[in-house]
């Protein structure tokens, strides 16, 4: 329970206390610790500009972000949340020690006093206030973080989280100075502000004449190596890796579960229907017998599967329904009790570790003697300051906020949601000693006591057997020259992922084993896969057919993916000769269109910050070619997306002119949108100068 429980309860603040307990982490611990232990790089998961991180600090931070978005988003533990969870701890340590580095370069500071005001002032952090604001004043609580510091000089487990705070309100207010920097140098010119509003509201009315690129059939066009280097040699920003990059060819070998496999899941569920009806211990029944062991507890519409939920409010106690089909698993539940409960609970919590009090016996002893302070009128928050051991609430008075059922654990949620406003209880749970109290609840909604017992349909022996001796037969015969060949000889379908980064999980739509993306960021290019892999539902055979290293790319590296645009280019070449030749001599749309053979399209109302030619794409070089146009004169040929235009403008819509104090808020609005942008461009611009060293893919 502790913090995951406290921190799942304010879903909201999900993503702040994640990031603020990274963010405090990397500049509280490492701060303190200094720089040392990471100066071998064999256990450095990265470093920026010549700063690591080590494996076993960057991993606490992973287990820590990993069960909050379990705690959160609810089930088991996936290799798709912890791999999520790495990215996010390795965005926010990259984008912090970049920010950090250059707001020591600056030489910006927070002093003592500025610091002391930030926790005691008249604007204090809103992490302070967040952590110690009294709820009925909005202001802080000085006495409490007086209570708090007391505490840490003398519980070192408290020091730590207190200067972690520290650390992370002096982070969060450097790093509104620097915003501050930044913003103070962005500006919007009155020209600007009027450009942007003529842009928005000035029309265009005119007429094109358009040849598709699509009309000229692929196999006309003959590229050469200049063709390609024309197109390279223009975009070439456009081909830069942000980091390495593996083209990687593989077969995937089918072992999903067929009809036999769920006609034996079912015939099964059906069987232990019968036996779950007349079970005596449902809790040991489905332990035994289910594959997820959902706990045999009350649950309130919502937190189960469509089928559940819309069949076990309404049936009889003692009762049991199903087998449901749901996403591959089959569900049964037998209906022990249904009753009205609340529909929430705000409560607040006292957590006791009986290892430290003696045993569970003294642990409860302690515990009630607690609740008879509280019941006498002791303070809540006070004694939590004094006596729990949840880090996560202590500090905050032991309050858990508001949960709904399925967010605790089921002896403490029960207590919670069985008792009534006011009540103070003691409870007994696998986390330790807790003295609950129940400020207030809400709602009151139908609620059923449930055993569930699922079965998820897998394949049998014989279906993976099947897939694997294929695989094995195409393993077997490939080699590095042949792997097209014979995957064509054994009907068996060839699939690529040309650009996958050193942290995927997944290979198109399949997710793959973390040990074939490391095989190919060790292979060299040609090598076969070292084994078959296993999916969860596929075999796999794979070949490593590129590296794209780090940084400017060539030509030859990205010539297949720029193949489609080239012809493109070359069709464009083709096109534009036709249509010169159609505006040679004419003196209209209409004349240049009958000459190719087409009709004049009409379009009306066209404005240069939307450049969309309706029906057709959008066209930015066409319609920013109409805006510089003189009325009723044919334009020279225009190279578009879609294909090769002619246009001319019938006229256009002048805005009426714009007022001054409209103006005025247009040159705001700009710049506000301006300092959005500018967090990006200046992380980009610190990322492409920084040296950002990655070495994930050694740990994860």
């Known amino acids: 329970m502790g913090l995951m429980s406290y921190l799942r309860n304010r879903a909201g603040l999900v993503i702040f206390v994640i990031g603020l307990a990274i963010v405090a982490f990397l500049l509280g611990d490492i701060i303190n610790m200094g720089t040392p232990f990471w100066r071998s790089s064999q256990s450095e998961v990265g470093s920026v500009n010549g700063e690591g991180i080590d494996y076993q600090i960057f991993n606490q931070q992973v287990d820590q972000a990993s069960a909050m978005y379990q705690q959160q988003m609810g089930g088991n533990a996936t290799p798709q949340m912890r791999g999520f969870a790495v990215q996010q701890v390795w965005n926010q340590f990259v984008s912090q020690e970049l920010l950090k580095q250059e707001i020591e370069k600056i030489g910006i500071e927070v002093g003592k006093a500025e610091l002391n005001s930030l926790i005691y002032g008249n604007n204090p952090s809103q992490q302070i206030l967040q952590q110690f604001g009294n709820p009925q004043t909005g202001k802080v609580d000085a006495a409490y973080i007086n209570a708090v510091i007391e505490q840490a000089k003398t519980n070192p487990e408290v020091s730590q989280q207190w200067n972690q705070l520290l650390e992370s309100v002096k982070n969060e207010r450097l790093n509104e100075k620097y915003s501050n920097l930044v913003n103070s140098c962005i500006y919007t010119t009155s020209l600007e502000a009027e450009y942007d509003y003529n842009s928005r509201n000035k029309l265009a009315n005119f007429k094109y004449v358009m040849l598709d690129y699509a009309s000229v059939n692929d196999a006309e066009i003959k590229l050469t190596d200049a063709d390609y280097k024309e197109y390279f040699d223009k975009n070439k920003n456009a081909f830069k890796n942000a980091e390495e990059t593996r083209a990687i060819e593989y077969v995937l070998f089918n072992a999903s579960p067929n009809a036999a496999d769920t006609a034996t899941v079912l015939g099964n569920i059906q069987k232990v229907k019968a036996e779950l009806q007349t079970a005596t211990n449902d809790s040991s029944f489905v332990s035994l017998n289910s594959d997820n062991k959902y706990p045999v507890k009350y649950y309130s519409k919502g937190q189960l599967s469509p089928a559940l939920d819309s069949t076990v409010f309404n049936a009889a106690s003692g009762t049991t329904v199903g087998p449901f089909l749901t996403q591959g698993v089959y569900e049964i539940a037998k209906v022990i009790e249904t009753k009205f409960s609340p529909d929430s609970v705000t409560a607040s919590h006292i957590l006791l570790n009986p290892a430290t009090e003696g045993g569970v016996d003294k642990a409860l002893k302690k515990a009630d003697s607690i609740k008879n302070l509280i019941v006498a009128g002791g303070n809540m928050a006070a004694l939590a300051i004094e006596f729990s051991v949840d880090p996560g609430s202590k500090n905050n008075g032991g309050e858990l906020g508001t949960f709904t059922r399925g967010r605790m654990i089921p002896e403490f949620e029960e207590a919670a949601f069985s008792g009534k406003a006011g009540d ?53 015969a490939v080699n590095k020259d042949n792997f097209s060949d014979i995957a064509k000889q054994q009907n068996a379908a060839v699939q690529t992922n040309d650009r996958t980064v050193a942290m995927d999980n997944m290979l198109g739509a399949v997710e793959v084993p973390r040990e074939l993306i490391r095989w190919a960021y060790e292979a060299k290019v040609g090598d076969l896969s070292d084994k078959i892999y296993e999916t969860e539902s596929n075999f796999i055979v794979a070949r490593l057919t590129g590296v794209q290293q780090k940084g400017q790319q060539t030509l030859e590296s990205v010539k297949t993916l720029i193949e489609p ?136």
């Open 565 to 700: 645009v080239v012809k493109n280019l070359v069709k464009a070449r083709m096109l534009k000769e036709k249509v010169n030749n159609a505006l040679n001599g004419a003196s209209s749309i209409d004349q240049v269109a009958q000459k190719l053979g087409k009709n004049a399209l009409s379009v009306e109302n066209i404005v240069l910050a939307n450049p969309v030619i309706p029906g057709v794409a959008v066209e930015n070089a066409v319609v920013g070619t109409v805006f510089g146009l003189q009325p009723n004169k044919p334009s020279k040929a225009i190279e578009g997306k879609q294909g090769v235009y002619a246009v001319q403008v019938n006229g256009f819509v002048n805005p009426k002119a714009i007022a001054a104090e409209e103006l005025t808020a247009q040159q705001k609005q700009i710049t506000a949108a301006k300092a959005q942008r500018s967090w990006s461009v200046i992380f980009k611009a610190l990322q492409d100068n920084g040296k950002i060293v990655d070495n994930r893919i050694k740990f994860y």
């Open 424 to 476: 103070v209880t003691v409870v007994n749970s696998s986390y330790g000693v807790h003295v609950l109290k129940i400020e207030k609840q809400t709602g009151n909604s139908k609620i059923a006591k449930l055993a569930i017992v699922d079965k998820t349909i897998v394949a049998g022996k014989e279906t993976t057997d099947a897939a694997y001796a294929k695989a094995n037969t195409f393993f077997t």
